[in-house]
């Protein structure tokens, strides 16, 4: 064996000494998505979209200066012009306003929908996860019974056993008809997460190197199921503004003179067959960009999301 | 396999027993009576009503009379309608929107599965994006506005096509598109990223170095193992298409069951409201029934994964 000589040592310079330290802040998670996700032009538009859409439903029916329920019969039926932008019904309310109106109701409704299958989903479907396999299957049972039901039938149901005679359905109502069957399929993707992931080698890993029950569901995985929740929630609010508009054209929606898109676009469909084509085409519109973007914005998400799709 | 089947049997006459007790209980928890719109009537009159439908037996046997009668086939009679029952109107409208309901399916079966694999073929190329916008399209256009612009600027300008009505093939075409073009949309994105994780695999390799034609490789290897998922999705695509029925069916005025459905919820016909949900669930129900034996026959891991359990 050779003799370790003084000679034989140098000391490090400060660029080798550094060489092997990480300079760039790592990216993390969450900004990584985002990242991925502005890279996505359609996704971008949609989430654009979304922004103007709910400013404009908020400060829409403000700033034409006429009210939703306000009849004017000296301007009825008028068509587009500067004083109505939208032109009028043929009870002479401003449509500009009711427009505007009824996309806050369909927006309201999609989140509030989203948000209770959101809540109900994941309790349910959690419980279900670290439930045992006996209590799981019989939970799964009964979520599938529910979801079989289709579920703008129940919506339908519902809406004509709350409601009296032409006193239209309650917001309420409306909310409870479509969370009532939809909430399983956030459930079924939850347990399916919890299942999965509680299972996964890094819990097993993370187990084995001493962490409790609660630091892996923390740490692991619940910012691992947030994604597919995320999409799912996106993807919910279109469905539930679709179930409402459907509602509202089959004239089971909200009472007049209150209106949501797909009452509106009842409303015109008349209007429409006595040549007054302009009374349908902006709640028609409205609707299919409101669906456009959640749409595109949640297929945006899944793809910035999935971390097969990494480079 | 014998087994699955038993059991999947047993779980739709659950459901069904579900839905016609929900459905029950929900109508008559509506408060008032029935009859409270034909206005003022002498309590004589009032009460034979009461008794004709049998509304003065206590709930439970109603409920069991019900349960009795939908399974020797009788829907109820119409509290509205004087000449008909539920079954006549069930009879006079169901072939109507099913076959409106098979023809939009067959379209949508035919179209968008082709529109997702074309557009995996030549991903990021012309019939990529062709295919992208049909679908965006067709998911985000509600059938109703669909209809209704076809109506406006379709059905006003082509004159073989008429605007609403029925009886011949032409009143068809224009209704079938509306209510199929959203489940093509959904069947084409399906197929599109189905397909193009297909393409990777390496028996699609195996398959074109063993020197197979690209289109006895695209057919049999890529598509059958594509079409998998396009074919799990089909029990929405037809709830989906029976619930899109209603909206297509009172736009085009097509005197369809959905159109009687609409009808009876805007005349507060209880019975027949009861009746069309409970029949609406049962072809639901048989039809899922049916997908699932179908995807049973068509991926034989279900049939394996089933038995070994």
Known sequence: MTELTKEMFERASEEQRNAEKIRRPSIKYWPDVWRRLKQNKLAMVGLVLIILITVMAIAGPMISGYTYYEQDYSNINVKPNSDFWFGTDELGRDLFTRTWYGARYSLLIGILAAAIDFTVGILYGGIAGVSSRRVDSIMMRIAEVIYSIPYLLVVILMSVVFSSQGSGTSLFVIILAMTITDWVPMAILVRGQVLQLKEAEYSLASESLGADQGWILRKHIIPNTLGPILVNVTLTIPRAIFAEATLGFLGLGLQAPKSSLGSLANDGLAGMAVGLTYQIIFPALLISLIMFSFNVLGDGLRDALDPRLRK | ?309
Not at chain 2, 17 to 27: E, H, K, P, R
Not at chain 2, 189 to 195: K, N
């Open chain 2, 1 to 309: 396999m014998k087994k699955y089947l038993l059991k999947r049997f047993v779980m739709s006459i659950i459901t069904l027993w579900a839905i016609v007790t929900i459905t029950f209980f929900l109508m008559h928890a509506i408060p008032g009576n029935p009859f409270a719109k034909e206005g003022k009537m002498p309590p004589v009159v009032y009460e034979n009503l009461q008794k004709k439908y049998g509304l003065d037996k206590p709930l439970y046997q109603q409920y069991l009379i019900y349960l009795g009668n939908l399974v020797r086939g009788d829907f109820g009679e119409s509290m509205k309608s004087r000449v008909e029952t539920v079954n006549d109107m069930i009879e006079r409208g169901f072939p109507v929107s099913a076959r409106l309901g098979a023809q939009a399916l067959v379209f949508a079966l035919i179209f968008g599965p082709a529109l997702g694999a074309m557009a995996a073929l030549y991903q990021n190329k012309m019939p990529d994006y062709i295919s992208m916008i049909v679908a965006i399209i067709g998911i985000s256009v509600p059938s109703f506005v669909m209809g209704t612009f076809l109506i406006q600027f379709v059905a006003k300008n082509v004159s073989f096509l008429p605007i609403g009505g029925w009886g011949e093939f032409k009143h068809t075409i224009l209704p079938s598109f509306a209510l199929g073009l959203m489940p093509l949309a959904t069947m084409a994105r399906l197929m599109r990223s189905s397909m193009l994780e297909v393409l990777n695999q390496d028996y699609i390799k195996t398959a074109k170095s063993k020197g197979l034609t690209k289109f006895a490789v695209i057919m049999k290897h890529a598509v059958r193992n594509a079409i998998l998922p396009v074919v799990s999705v089909l029990g929405i695509t037809i709830s989906n298409l029976l619930v899109g029925s209603f909206v297509i069916e009172k736009i085009f005025g097509i005197p369809g069951l959905g159109m009687f459905f609409v009808k009876s919820i805007g005349n507060r016909d209880y019975t027949l409201i009861m009746g069309t949900t409970v029949f609406y669930a049962l072809i639901l129900v048989l039809m899922l029934l049916l997908v699932d034996i179908t995807y049973m026959l068509v991926d034989p891991r279900i049939r394996l994964t089933e038995e070994g359990h």
